[in-house]
């Protein structure tokens, strides 16, 4: 899906009260931490990360991870409007939703395949490239030869959302036991509150 000509702001009074809302809406949906793990989208994503080599106990998918940060108690982050509208949609669908600086891609030529052991990757955050073991699922830009996302978790600082963002590219992150009409559910709630949150 891409989003064109958004406004990305640091933050925004209007969404901060609407993330508090949907926030208690999710805490009233989902009795407990001790449930979160084997709801049928989490399980899905947790049974993907053993698979390619991820812990999903010490790294957890996306959606897992906002759910979990709600029910604790806390209030999602505020990063950035663009980043905040998908995020709570994320947190709202459990589906991981990845998004990139449309600008910094070449959407047309995007190929997602087995990592090379030894290859390296530089993820949003990090401060030293971490070097893949060959079990990762990626996703490459062939034009410009580069990793742009470690598939399902991690996207790749080069090419991350800012405030100068003006078109997005955003991937629902699918894995096998997530259904189509769950991405589109995803789908359909991120362009909702980008188009609410960050439209001219």
């Given at each position: 899906?891409?989003?064109?000509?958004?406004?990305v702001?640091?933050?925004?009074?209007?969404?901060?009260?609407?993330?508090?809302?949907?926030?208690?809406?999710i805490?009233?949906?989902?009795?407990?931490?001790?449930?979160?793990?084997d709801?049928?989208?989490i399980?899905?994503?947790?049974?993907?990360?053993?698979?390619?080599?991820?812990?999903?106990?010490?790294?957890?998918?996306?959606?897992?991870?906002?759910?979990?940060?709600?029910?604790?108690?806390?209030?999602?982050?505020?990063?950035?409007t663009?980043?905040?509208?998908?995020?709570?949609?994320?947190?709202?669908?459990?589906?991981?939703?990845?998004?990139?600086?449309?600008?910094?891609?070449?959407?047309?030529?995007?190929?997602?395949?087995?990592?090379?052991?030894?290859?390296?990757f530089?993820?949003?955050?990090?401060?030293?490239?971490?070097e893949?073991?060959?079990?990762?699922?990626?996703?490459?830009?062939?034009?410009?030869?580069?990793?742009?996302?470690?598939?399902?978790?991690?996207?790749?600082?080069e090419?991350?959302?800012?405030?100068e963002?003006?078109?997005?590219l955003?991937?629902?992150?699918?894995?096998?036991?997530?259904?189509?009409?769950?991405?589109?559910?995803?789908?359909?709630?991120?362009?909702?509150?980008?188009?609410?949150?960050c439209?001219?």
């Open positions: 899906m891409v989003c064109s000509d958004v406004v702001q640091k933050n925004a009074k209007d969404l901060e009260i609407f993330k508090k809302s949907k926030q208690s809406e805490r009233k949906k989902i009795p407990s931490l001790e449930v979160v793990k709801l049928p989208i399980r899905a994503y947790r049974d993907f990360y053993w698979k390619v080599g991820i812990d999903p106990t010490k790294t957890r998918p996306a959606g897992e991870a906002l759910v979990r940060r709600i029910l604790s108690g806390k209030d999602l982050p505020t990063i950035n663009l980043v905040d509208s998908y995020n709570l949609a994320s947190a709202e669908s459990m589906v991981s939703i990845a998004a990139f600086d449309d600008r910094k891609v070449d959407r047309g030529n995007l190929f997602m395949r087995i990592a090379v052991r030894g290859e390296t530089v993820g949003i955050g990090m401060t030293n490239p971490m893949l073991s060959g079990v990762e699922v990626v996703i490459e830009d062939i034009t410009q030869k580069k990793l742009i996302a470690v598939y399902p978790y991690r996207d790749a600082d090419s991350k959302v800012s405030e963002t003006e078109d997005v955003f991937m629902m992150c699918g894995v096998p036991g997530i259904r189509e009409e769950d991405l589109d559910l995803a789908k359909d709630t991120a362009m909702n509150y980008v188009s609410k949150f439209s001219k």
